[in-house]
């Protein structure tokens, strides 16, 4: 039996929407999660092949990254990137700081920058296991220190993008910033994840206006 980390929240709150709003809104919300993430992989194969290409000129080994997360309800699945970190460094260990930056490669600091190294997790979506938007995934090793409070991030499906993402915080560990994923719990909607989504587009363009100039 696969290991799980099930949610073990208490007095959790979830958002006052009646059985039948939350089927709509999970059914509806899978349908945009496949549509756009088969039109996003669609419309960027071309950047794919491209940035595989870099990366494997830049650095030796694999183009992409896998490494297992920590979904939905504590199940475990395989996540998707482009590998942006010398192919020695172990694959499990926190966010690389500043004194460690070394570990990431040349070209990985700038994918990373652009966000481009989470294309990969478009498939992650198609199958499943993401979202376009929602909290993001944990390694098993941080989720297995978790509070029954902090658990509670666990009862909807990670995503690519979300409200931490867009922070100031973003930099900071998932864990110390709780707040952010369990007011998007609360208040999940098709319009709040359109929101995110578009200011995920304005966040994503300035970014790359910032490193042009």
Known sequence: MAETYPV???GWEKNEQTAGQQRWYTGGKRVFDVVCAGLLLFLSAPLFGVLALLIKWDTAGPVLFRQRRVGQDG??????KFRTMYSHTP??????????????????AYLRVMALDELPQLFNVLKGEMSLV??????PFIVRTYTPYQRQRLAVKPGITGLWQLSQVRHAPIHENLHYDLDYIKQQSLLLDLKILLRTLVFCARTLRIIRC
């Open 8 to 10: 073990l929240g208490e």
């Open 91 to 108: 694959s499990y260990a926190r966010k690389p700081d500043d004194a460690d930056a070394s570990k990431i490669t040349p070209l990985g």
């Open 75 to 80: 199940r475990l699945f395989w996540i998707y």
């Open 134 to 139: 929602g909290p993001r995934p944990e390694m």
